[in-house]
């Protein structure tokens, strides 16, 4: 029998089945079953946080700069993750190994602009003008 998993520990367990083992992040309302599922992993990765989203881009484009491994961060969608932008940029600029996993508003809503809480009007559409790949 298959054992049964969020959406954040499928993540978790796919970040580490890669071998990462740090993830810079700020928690919020979309990505608490991510977080939830980082710490009842946290002997086997860890979570650096930040008090702004940038800091989250910057710490994981300085991690994967350094290191050569990919920095991987988490943010809550929409303005979250457009305060991430320029680090993304960056990133991309620099041919540096960066990973931003973040939430969405109900797929229902998406496009509709019904003023869901953080939601922006195309967030994988200014997502892929950023970066190498980006999908939902």
């Avoid at 980082?38 to 002997?43: E, H, I, P, T």
Wanted: charged share 15%.
């Amino acid at each position: 029998m298959l054992q049964r998993m969020t959406g954040g520990e499928a993540i978790v367990a796919g970040l580490l089945a890669n071998g990462v083992d740090t993830v810079f992040g700020l928690p919020g309302a979309q990505m608490y079953p991510f977080f939830d599922a980082l710490a009842r992993n946290a002997d086997r990765i860890r979570t650096i946080g930040a008090r702004h989203e940038q800091a989250c881009g910057y710490m994981a484009f300085g991690y994967g700069r350094s290191t050569g491994r990919p920095g991987v961060y988490s943010v809550v969608p929409g303005p979250g993750l457009l305060n991430t932008t320029a680090a993304l940029a960056t990133g991309w600029g620099c041919n540096t190994p960066m990973v931003c996993i973040t939430g969405q508003i109900p797929s229902a809503f998406i496009g509709r602009r019904r003023g869901h809480l953080h939601e922006i009007a195309d967030q994988l559409g200014t997502l892929k003008s950023l970066v190498k790949w980006a999908e939902r």
